[in-house]
């Protein structure tokens, strides 16, 4: 099994959600399954580019503050990507100001998640 075909476990909250984004990052349509972020509650951010407005429809990127308290989650979907999706992910979310960072989720996957950096 090389590199890029390691099984990595992405959570989602938003965009990468939709059968449309997924297509146009990764070139197909990811598997997942419901799961919960425990801890966080949503915020939202404007989006500063023009194009990526255009392009969404959306005038804000939903984000995650983490708060600690087990009374606030985040519902959202875990996926089963591979390295080289995951690479792609990051460029999809290349907004300097979101950073990927592993989370415990409800069912007890580890995963990745991207968040705006406060």
Do not use: C
Request: charged fraction near 30%; aromatic fraction near 10%.
């Amino acid at each position: 099994m090389s590199r890029d075909d390691r099984n990595q476990k992405l959570f989602s909250y938003g965009t990468l959600q939709r059968e449309a984004i997924q297509l146009a990052t990764f070139g197909r349509k990811l598997e997942g399954r419901p799961d919960s972020l425990v801890g966080y509650s949503s915020s939202f951010v404007p989006i500063s580019d023009q194009e990526v407005v255009a392009n969404s429809g959306e005038t804000h990127y939903r984000n995650i503050l983490f708060t600690g308290d087990s009374s606030d989650l985040i519902e959202g979907t875990v996926f089963d990507v591979t390295d080289a999706e995951l690479r792609s992910a990051d460029s999809y979310e290349a907004d300097e100001n979101y950073e990927r960072i592993t989370v415990g989720l409800k069912s007890g996957t580890r995963a990745w998640v991207y968040r705006h950096r406060q």
